[in-house]
């Protein structure tokens, strides 16, 4: 797996013994009480600045977004005029049963991340703030290019944790997750470009003292 090549690139790993909690119950539980509301509503310049991004000057598109929580992205999307077709999935059972519940419109799924496939490829996938609890984010990548993407389609990631950030660095003990891989953007856009991703770019919205802003990444099949 690419993120155990300590020689490419450098990777911290928070997993000790008193941090037994995996992602997708966190954020089931995180469903149950509210507190994804007060996550997407945090993230939400970010995630509408990505859109822009991501969207662009395309006439008509479809979407997916990976790690989609209650759904809030997808309903976002969803109201571009030019979307065809707005999709989420995710690990956490209570974040899709809640993105249904809100959202009849558009299409949710409770699934692996790492092992998903779309039974077609879209135009643009989106993630923001899901990737780094994967195993191995770089083989994520891979199948994003790969099984997700039409050719020319576009990946967006929106990072909050990660190595220049400083304030993050804590996060994996604060909310006792197991899996929290820090990597450097300088990595991130490596692993873009070791995907087969074309055109990456990097750049940090909404930066200000002691934070170093959503780290957002961008690639072309």
């Known amino acids: 797996m690419l993120w155990r090549r300590h020689d490419l690139y450098s990777i911290r790993l928070y997993n000790s013994f008193f941090m037994k909690r995996i992602p997708t119950d966190v954020f089931g539980e995180w469903a149950e009480s509210g507190r994804d509301e007060k996550m997407a509503k945090g993230h939400e310049p970010a995630v509408n600045h990505m859109l822009d991004l991501a969207i662009g000057d395309q006439k008509q598109f479809s979407f997916i977004d990976a790690g989609c929580g209650n759904g809030w992205v997808v309903r976002q999307a969803a109201k571009y005029p030019e979307c065809v077709n707005a999709f989420g999935v995710d690990g956490a059972k209570q974040m899709v049963e809640k993105a249904r519940r809100l959202d009849a419109a558009n299409s949710y799924v409770c699934a692996d991340l790492s092992q998903w496939k779309p039974n077609s490829a879209v135009d643009v996938v989106h993630s923001m703030e899901v990737i780094y609890y994967l195993d191995d984010p770089a083989a994520f ?25 400083k304030v993050s660095h804590s996060w ?14 300088k990595t991130w856009v490596k692993m873009f470009k070791q995907a087969g991703f074309k055109n990456v770019t990097s750049l940090r919205f909404g930066a200000k003292k002691d934070w170093a802003g959503t780290l957002i990444l961008k690639g072309i099949k």
């Open 141 to 165: 990548l891979h199948n994003i290019y790969s099984s997700w993407l039409k050719p020319g389609g576009l990946l967006i990631v929106g990072l909050d944790f990660y190595e220049e950030n």
């Open 172 to 185: 994996p003990h604060d909310c006792d997750i197991s899996i929290m891989r820090l990597i450097s953007e």
